[in-house]
């Protein structure tokens, strides 16, 4: 188990980075194509490569950045080893998510202007690109649903990266205590069951 520490912030550049990028991400979503044969405007293929460069280039510093920093930054109570994990490979996945959804964009971009505009690769680069946007969605509500029931338990890690709606210490609710003493159980057999496999 991790020992509990002091209630940390982010610093501001993570902070930034966390809240510009959601911005970046949103509008991303909402100013995609609808056809394939909308590229054929050069100026928007231009910007759609344009744009998936610098939405790459961000995930990449973003992830540099960020990976120094513990998962759990804020936390004040100790959190179990096999709940970081699970909480790293969640944060991992969705950084593949946002580089794929630009690299699989260059690709259905590269592949139309060589004139493939159908075909198994270009299905291949499509779906590639739905996959990862459909997984972004998945791995994003997972990330806010599991910061919501950190607030609500008072961990402190929701007040490190969020300026709103600040945690007043751990929750002092019956059921909430109850159900996190429960989820602490599970984790910390998770972590013995996979201890005990590589003695």
């Known amino acids: 188990m ?12 993570g902070k930034t980075f966390h809240w510009g990028f959601i911005i970046l991400y949103v509008y991303g979503i909402l100013k995609q194509i609808d056809e394939l044969e909308e590229l054929e405007d050069s100026a ?7 744009f998936a460069a610098v939405f790459l280039g961000i ?12 998962t759990f930054m804020g936390a004040t109570e100790p959190v179990p080893l096999a709940h970081r994990y699970l909480a790293k490979g969640i944060h991992r996945s969705m ?39 459909s997984l972004s969605y998945v791995l994003i509500a997972v990330h ?12 402190g890690v929701w007040t490190s990266m969020v300026p709103v709606w600040k945690e007043e210490g751990t929750s002092r609710n019956e059921l909430v205590t109850r159900i996190s003493k429960l989820e602490n159980e599970v984790f910390n057999r998770v972590e013995k069951a996979l201890t005990s496999q590589r003695e």
């Not at 806010?144 to 961990?155: N, P, Y």
């Open 44 to 50: 928007l293929l231009a910007f759609e490569v344009a």
């Open 2 to 13: 991790e020992q509990a520490g002091e209630a940390r912030q982010h610093s501001v550049l």
């Open 59 to 70: 995930v990449m510093i973003r992830y540099s950045y960020m990976r120094r920093f513990e």
């Open 144 to 155: 806010v649903g599991a910061a919501m029931w950190s607030r609500v338990k008072g961990e």
């Open 95 to 133: 950084y593949l998510c946002l580089a794929m959804l630009p690299l699989s964009g260059l690709l259905i971009a590269g592949l139309f202007t060589q004139g493939v505009k159908d075909g198994p690769l270009q299905d291949f680069a499509l779906a590639l690109h739905e996959i990862s946007a």
